[in-house]
């Protein structure tokens, strides 16, 4: 029996490829995506009988709703959840606008959360169900000049770490994906965020690392056909861990980040038990 799944962000990188793997194995998938003449245009050598593609807002609550029900009536049930949908942001933590930061949230965390909040009432009445929430190592440490990004990914962390305790009782598996570079579109224009007309020429250093990163595309590490294949594996066994990195950098970033932070508490532990009350 095929299984239907709900993906976001599903017109470019790693949502395009997964949707293009899935339909090509005979699943269902319901795609989202701000623009239907992109995903359909990118899927023309793909079989797509059994796509639904849907063009939402993903901090729409009710079009999410509607997306989600248009779903299960469309293919009579739902199995996988996967909340792509993102983009990056360079900038220094003080050039970044309040217009940058909401729209960056509404995406990363406030979709999300609209998402779960519509797939859950049938996840728990079925007693089963798969959200899988793409993160990014930078959901785990963090470098200057990626402060809003990784804001937005760390909020989405900590929301799928509670979210996974709060609904194993009812069968339902979650799951955080987090990729190093892949050689996607993520730094090239179509997908990554800059607060130039904010820039401040204190921050030099950051303005060359953006540089930097802008001529990176074609040279990142990481496969997104590969990488799509690791999600759907995750989906199909079942026995991924909550966190599963993808590619050797995000391992070795993801390494570098525990033993920073076992540094921290090892250094902090004599301060940190002088602020317990002391009994009577």
């Known amino acids: 029996m095929a299984t239907t799944w709900f993906i976001t962000g599903a017109s470019r990188g790693l949502g395009l490829e997964l949707v293009t793997q899935l339909l090509r ?17 990118s ?12 063009e939402i807002d993903l901090a729409d609550e ?3 709703q509607d997306a989600v029900t248009a779903t299960r009536g469309h293919f009579g049930g739902l199995d996988v959840v996967v909340n792509n949908a993102g983009y990056g942001h360079l900038a220094a933590v003080e050039e970044v606008t309040d217009q940058d930061a909401r729209a960056m949230f509404d995406v990363q965390v406030f979709g999300v959360w609209n998402v779960v909040r519509a797939v859950l009432p049938g996840f728990r ?5 798969h959200i899988i929430n793409v993160s ?18 760390f909020a989405l962390e900590g929301l799928t770490e509670s979210l996974a305790a709060e609904v194993a009782e009812f069968g339902i598996k ?15 224009p179509v997908s990554l965020g800059l607060s130039q007309s904010t820039a401040i020429d204190a921050y030099l ?31 199909d066994s079942g026995q991924a861990p909550l966190h599963q990195l ?7 970033f993801a390494e570098a980040r525990v033993q920073a932070l076992q540094s921290d508490i090892r250094d902090g532990r004599e301060l940190a038990v002088t602020t317990d009350i002391t009994a009577a």
């Open 25 to 41: 194995r005979g699943d269902n998938v319901a795609a989202t995506t701000r623009s239907l003449e992109r995903l359909v245009s």
């Open 136 to 153: 990014s190592v930078l959901g785990l440490t963090s470098f200057p000049g990626w402060g809003l990004y990784c804001a937005g990914k």
């Open 125 to 129: 009445e079925s007693r089963g169900g």
């Open 62 to 64: 009710r079009q999410v």
């Open 174 to 188: 979650v799951n955080l994906i987090e990729p190093g570079y892949m050689r996607t579109d993520f730094l090239r």
């Open 205 to 235: 250093g950051i303005h060359e690392m953006i540089e930097a990163h802008k001529r990176m595309p074609g040279t990142q590490l990481g496969d997104p056909v590969k990488a799509a294949e690791a999600v759907i594996a995750v989906a």
């Open 43 to 54: 899927l023309d050598t793909v079989d797509v009988d059994r796509l639904l593609p849907l």
């Open 246 to 252: 993808l590619g050797s950098d995000s391992v070795t």
